[in-house]
């Protein structure tokens, strides 16, 4: 435990951006769900729904939730579905 003014601010911080996170991981991993689905089920939405996905990604990169490559390489794993 945090004897510290300042460790105990640092605590809430890091909570507070741990949640922030996780919530946007999920959202995320939800985009990502719904077009491997869409692909899958060949509806043809497919194209709009990776468009949805790679803008998170990216987005999340900006925020500091992902690494650059980490979302370049789910990025082009992703697009490579789509092409086949």
Do not use: C, P, W
């Amino acid at each position: 435990m945090a004897n510290h003014a300042s460790a105990l601010k640092r605590m809430r911080q890091s909570e507070k951006r741990r949640v922030r996170n996780m919530s946007y991981r999920s959202k995320v991993k939800t985009a990502i769900k719904k077009y491997l689905r869409s692909i899958e089920e060949k509806d043809g939405q497919a194209a709009g729904l990776l468009s949805e996905a790679t803008s998170l990604l990216h987005k999340g990169v900006t925020k500091g939730i992902f690494h650059k490559n980490t979302a370049s390489r789910t990025v082009a794993r992703l697009s490579s579905k789509l092409a086949v």
